[in-house]
């Protein structure tokens, strides 16, 4: 059973101090059958109380203000946590009799968050591709593996190119991105087919020398809906089995939902991020990356950015203020 | 009676319930005031509406059209002619109302809860979940006294034959209440006598009433709780009467910018401090309301503030999340939820409703396009519908196009005759096209209506669409003791 320390940092660093901010945290490692937290500590600049709650998608939230004027703002997660290897699914049903019971939750909570199709102007595209690419024999499972070999070999994994704000319209075009470009790629295909498809955010922990892409700062993978299974972790940006190296954080429709931090404050709208995410093991092989070594993480940008210059700044007030009342 | 110069020159309009006209003969509860108004000379009458135009342009009771873009704050045109509702009527009104509400209350709590209601298959699960105003937020959140509808603006309407339809349920921030308050004021001084002598029930009760319920939602148990009412701010249509409530009821008229959370706790910013509030009464749209958690745009909201709601720190009147019970594809199911939860046979009817997503349904609606209204279901205020009788093709053809990309944004229905009431217009009077909007309030004692409402009036000969950013203007409403 592995045991894993991670250290994972996010630094906000603005150019003026800041103040009155309100910020939310989904940093706790999801409690299961295949993954415990062991301990956890989260320590943040300025001390404040961190008040803790389950979202509808059962992640544990964090949500704390820090008034007081601030020019950084340091959240450092300090996490021991044991995972199990789980088994993969059986090849023991006949594929006609799985997809059917896809088909029965169509209209079931949760699966039908996890079903809803996002309409894009490549839509028309993807489907004719994820139809083409599934074969008419494939069991859901093996649908999972080959949309998950295709994206991996589809897809360029370039960092910077996009961010959280980019839209599948441009993923589609560039057919490059990072990790939860990836994940949310992947999840659209599989509800295409009926496969109930979820977003998740966590670590991915390789072994020693391996290198494996996401390192160093939060990853993202999806997980797809078995029938007779439940939740499988598939990870396109390095095409294989979430299993016992990955570690969950949090699920939800889409990235959205799972955002590790984000925050809300009043100040300069210029500010700088930097995520770090180093992994020990139980056998205290260090990570490739030592805690406290930043990557600049630009795909994270969640805070709120107004327009600089005042006066549109005011115009877009305006605008908000007109809302329809009913 | 006596046959007064107005009514002889009256034309009520075929097929069309008028509420003065009735049988060859003015309706008993309106010979009152006819008589009155017959004994007022035609210049005596044009005086008064001069006056009442002037008053409201000196009190500044105004709203503000978006589209129009020039000026854009307008009086809200008034007819002098009061709009005349009878004890019978009024009771069958009130009681269909309190029934609905308590069914929409019960269904919120349903759906942000257990959801009994979508797994007996009463309302379709996909209706709910592709709801935008079903926020996921709001699951299992609990709220003071399981109330979700605070305030409530049911829209009614009478059908040709003067039989009372739901038109939409507003329960999210429904407006126009300072209007009702403010038609009397001026009623009073333009026909001073003929209050008591009709017997009219007063409507000033409302702030009181309104005041009463958000300090009974204070979390903090102490004397003086702090009351807010948030206000998108001054370019809002409907600012004028987030001042007026705000002075009426004696609270703090605040935007975003002047509240701030700290530790799941809201403060308002004072000369002498922060202050603590308990209850925020807000005209904030739910997406704007915390940049945190819903549109991270929002300038107008306050970060954070759905921790404070979430942890009990806070009230927020109305409730977040509550658009999935007045979404337009949602109303259809109401009187099954009447059934559903109260076991009762709803009072007040629905208007069949066409849900677009149901490609049978559709097509039948694209079959008789002429004889549908078809609406958004999150929009209000008139905005993007299309009247099927009253546009060309080309407007429909674009309409259906703009359908068929989401066919679930839309509902259709037959278009119903509204009922139609006098209006002093050149000089005489006219019949014109209204609708009914009553204000309802919900506290821990229970659902109070103050006898009146707003009547609006589509001035316009022969229109059908009575909102105020769409032309539309309103009268006094009278309930008779």
Redesign the interface.
């Known amino acids: 059973m592995p045991e894993f320390k991670i250290q994972h940092l996010t630094k906000y660093t603005y150019p003026a101090p800041v103040r009155?901010?309100?910020?939310?945290i989904i940093l706790y490692p999801i409690q299961d059958d295949y993954q415990e937290v062991i301990k956890q500590e989260i320590h943040i600049s300025g001390d404040?109380?961190i008040?803790t709650?389950i979202?509808?998608?059962g992640n544990k939230v964090g949500?704390?203000?820090y008034?007081e004027p601030h020019s950084t703002l340091l959240i450092n997660s300090k996490i021991l946590v044991q995972t199990k290897y789980r088994p993969l699914p059986g090849n023991d049903i006949f594929p006609a009799q799985q997809w059917q019971d896809l088909e029965k939750l169509r209209?079931?909570?949760p699966f039908?968050?996890f079903l809803?199709l996002e309409y894009f102007d490549g839509f028309d595209d993807l489907k004719a591709l994820v139809e083409a690419e599934k074969s008419k024999d494939d069991t859901p499972y093996q649908a999972v593996l080959r949309f998950s070999r295709y994206v991996y070999d589809n897809f360029q994994y370039i960092k910077g190119v996009t961010s959280v704000e980019t839209t599948m319209d441009e993923i589609w075009k560039l057919k490059a991105g990072v990790c939860q470009d990836f994940a949310h790629i992947l999840t659209l295909m599989l509800r295409l087919v009926g496969i109930p498809a979820r977003y998740v955010s966590g670590y991915i922990c390789t072994h020693h020398s391996a290198t494996m892409r996401g390192e160093g700062a939060t990853h993202a993978w999806a997980e797809a809906y078995i029938p007779d299974y439940g939740w499988l972790g598939i990870d396109p940006t390095n095409n294989c089995i979430a299993n016992e190296a990955h570690i969950r954080l949090a699920v939800g429709r889409n990235f959205s939902d799972c955002s590790p931090v984000?925050?809300?404050?009043k100040g300069a709208s210029d500010h700088r991020l930097d995520v770090s995410v180093a992994v020990g093991y139980e056998d205290d092989t260090p990570s490739m990356h030592q805690p406290g070594e930043f990557i600049e993480a630009p795909e994270h940008k969640?805070m709120?950015t107004?327009p600089k210059n005042s006066y549109q700044?005011y115009m877009?007030?305006?605008q908000?203020?007109?809302?329809?009342?009913? | 009676m006596q046959e007064s110069a107005y009514f002889s020159q009256y034309n009520p309009i075929k097929g069309v319930w008028d509420e003065m006209y009735g049988e060859n003969n003015i309706r008993d509860h309106y010979s009152k005031v006819i008589d009155y108004l017959s004994r007022e000379s035609a210049e005596d009458l044009a005086r008064k509406e001069e006056l009442a135009k002037r008053l409201f342009m000196s009190q500044g009771i105004t709203f503000t059209v978006y589209s129009s873009g020039e000026g854009i704050e307008k009086i809200f045109p008034f007819d002098i002619i009061p709009r005349i509702i009878t004890v019978d009527e009024w009771a069958f009104v009130e009681k269909g109302i309190k029934q609905r509400l308590n069914a929409l209350n019960l269904f919120l709590k349903d759906v942000y809860n257990n959801q009994f209601i979508v797994k007996d298959g009463i309302v379709p699960i996909d209706i709910i979940y592709s709801c935008p105003h079903f926020l996921r937020e709001m699951y299992q959140l609990e709220v003071p006294y399981d109330i979700y509808v605070h305030i409530a603006g049911i829209d009614l309407i009478r059908d040709h034959d003067g039989t009372f339809y739901v038109l939409e349920d507003n329960l999210r921030t429904p407006s126009g209440v300072s209007y009702m308050l403010e038609n009397r004021e001026i009623t009073k001084r333009l026909f001073p006598d003929l209050l008591p002598q009709c017997c009219v029930r007063s409507v000033t009760e409302y702030p009181n009433i309104l005041y009463k319920n958000l300090l009974s939602l204070s979390p903090r148990q102490i004397s003086n709780p702090t009351i807010v009412l948030l206000s998108p701010g001054i370019y809002n249509s409907a600012y004028f009467e987030h001042t007026t409530l705000a002075r009426l009821m004696g609270v703090e008229l605040v935007e975003g910018r002047d509240l701030v959370v700290k530790n799941q706790k809201v403060y308002m910013k004072t000369t002498v401090g922060l202050q603590q509030v308990d209850v925020i009464y807000r005209r904030v749209d739910d997406d704007y309301l915390d940049p945190l958690v819903f549109n991270p745009s929002s300038i107008l909201g306050v970060a954070g503030i759905m921790g404070a709601y979430r942890t009990g720190n806070v009230a927020i009147v109305n409730a977040i999340g509550n658009g999935v019970a007045d979404d337009k594809a949602v109303y259809a199911y109401v009187p099954e939820m009447i059934k559903y939860y109260l076991n009762e046979e709803p009072i007040l009817k629905n208007v069949p409703t066409f849900q677009l997503s149901n490609i049978d349904e559709r097509q039948y609606v694209f079959g008789n396009i002429n004889k549908m209204v078809v609406k958004k279901t999150n929009g209000s205020g008139g905005y993007g519908m299309l009247m099927g009788h009253a546009s060309t093709d080309e407007e429909i053809d674009d309409y259906k196009k703009e359908i068929l990309k989401d066919p679930r944004n839309f509902i259709a229905q037959p278009t119903i005759s509204l009922s139609a009431a006098p209006c002093y217009m050149q000089g005489g009077l006219h019949p014109r096209r209204i609708d009914l909007r009553p204000y309802a309030l919900c506290g821990p004692e229970g659902i109070e209506i103050v006898p009146g409402g707003l009547t609006r009036v589509a001035l316009k000969e022969g229109s059908l669409v009575v909102n105020s950013s769409q032309g539309g203007g309103s009268k006094d409403t009278w309930v008779l003791a």
Do not use: C, W
């Open positions: 009155d901010s309100a910020n939310q404040p109380v008040d709650f979202d509808y998608y949500s704390f203000t008034s209209y079931m909570v039908i968050d809803r984000k925050g809300v404050y969640p709120t107004f700044r877009e007030m305006l908000q203020q007109q809302q329809q009342q009913q």
